[in-house]
């Protein structure tokens, strides 16, 4: 599934529609959250928008101010005319508002893009965005909305949380995950795509982020079971029920530790990649395949993440041999550092 997700992002295949189930299932959680706002949706054709037509049910119920729609169209030509009507070759902004619930169509000058000056215009306006944004442009579409200063609910792949101007949002405690998974999504010919790893992102309240994490293990029971790594003094911690009760230094945690986060009970510190924490050491290592054989390729630090020492038992196979000493190591997958507050 997680191919699926690949071959979209570099193909920029951003053509695909949430079902209704999912929005509705996340949306249930904020409906208090959005009495008396102005919603936008910057990249919803209402003619196809779940989120257009979740919103435009539930206008009263949600007690909105006044609903928008923009999208983008392609350059003329290159547009497949979808209802047989020219309309289709332009964008148009859509809105009901709570004093005239008729839907009122502006056509709009450029092609409503939702980085165009008119689009943005619409944007300063608002209070909520709430949409599907293309995959592949994830990371500038955020940082529109943090420009901006807006309240956001969207969708984006889990994979977001390690990129760097995602993660300092996360850090800095000004967005976090919602609570759904998404796994499956509609495509402009009527199927349906699977994939694996997306979720929902926003800074409006969650109330799941409020909870405590409970914390069930001993560090100093077994402190074996918590190999330190070798370049960087933090503990390693495969799975977030293992996290310990006992343990107030540096922990390297799976990225999956955000579902859980709670401020107030953890920090984050980094992310355990190159560039976001200072390594202890920078040792030449060979790479190995996954069968744990040579490969005559080499690199440092591990690929530029922490790294611990193999452990026969536990581990089914090295992943870097250090040159120098021939001692082998793994690199877990990406880890937050993190440190619980005392």
Same mark, same amino acid.
Not at 197 to 222: A, D, G, R
């Given at each position: ?5 690949? #071959?979209?992002? #570099? ?103 939702? /980085?165009?000056?008119?689009? +943005?215009?619409? %944007?300063?306006? +608002? ?11 994830? /990371?500038?579409?955020?940082?529109? *909305?943090? !420009? ?15 990129? !760097?101007?995602?993660? #300092? ?34 800074? *409006? ?10 914390? =069930? #293990?001993?560090?100093? =029971? ?57 390594? =202890? ?6 790479? %190995? ?9 080499? =690199? ?20 870097? /041999? ?13 880890? +937050?550092?993190? /440190?619980?507050?005392?």
């Amino acid at each position: 599934m997680n191919n699926h997700m690949n #071959k979209a992002k #570099k193909a920029k295949n951003d053509e695909l529609y949430t079902l209704i189930k999912d929005i509705e299932k996340e949306l249930s959680h904020y409906k208090d959250q959005f009495k008396d706002k102005i919603v936008y949706c910057n990249c919803d054709n209402p003619n196809f928008s779940n989120f257009w037509k979740y919103f435009k049910d539930n206008f009263n119920e949600l007690k909105l101010k006044k609903l928008i729609a923009t999208y983008f169209v392609r350059e003329h030509g290159k547009y497949k005319l979808l209802n047989n009507s020219k309309e289709d070759i332009y964008s148009y902004k859509w809105e009901i508002n709570k004093d005239n619930k008729e839907i009122i169509k502006t056509k709009l000058f450029g092609n409503g893009d939702f /980085r165009s000056k008119e689009c +943005i215009e619409i %944007l300063e306006e +608002i209070d909520i965005v709430c949409t599907n944004p293309p995959f592949s442009l994830f /990371r500038e579409y955020v940082d529109l *909305l943090v !420009k901006y200063d807006k309240k956001f609910l969207i969708i984006g792949c889990y994979n977001a949380v390690t990129y !760097k101007n995602i993660f #300092k949002l996360i850090k800095d405690n000004r967005l976090w995950l919602g609570y759904q998974y998404i796994k499956e999504f509609l495509q402009i010919d009527g199927t349906i795509k699977n994939f694996g790893n997306i979720h929902w992102f926003t800074n *409006l309240n969650v109330k799941e982020h409020h909870k405590s994490l409970e914390l =069930t #293990k001993s560090y100093y =029971t077994n402190p074996d079971y918590y190999p330190k790594y070798d370049n960087y003094n933090a503990i390693n911690i495969d799975k977030i029920k293992d996290i310990p009760y006992d343990y107030n230094e540096d922990m390297g945690v799976p990225i999956s530790f955000l579902d859980y986060y709670n401020p107030k009970q953890f920090k984050i510190i980094a992310l355990g990649i190159v560039g976001s924490i200072e390594f =202890t050491s920078n040792r030449k290592m060979e790479i %190995l395949d996954k069968y744990g054989n040579s490969t005559g390729k080499f =690199t440092f630090n591990a690929k530029g993440f922490l790294y611990r020492n193999y452990n026969s038992v536990t581990d089914k196979h090295p992943g870097f /041999r250090d040159i120098e000493n021939n001692k082998l190591y793994v690199s877990p997958y990406s880890r +937050i550092i993190i /440190r619980k507050i005392k």
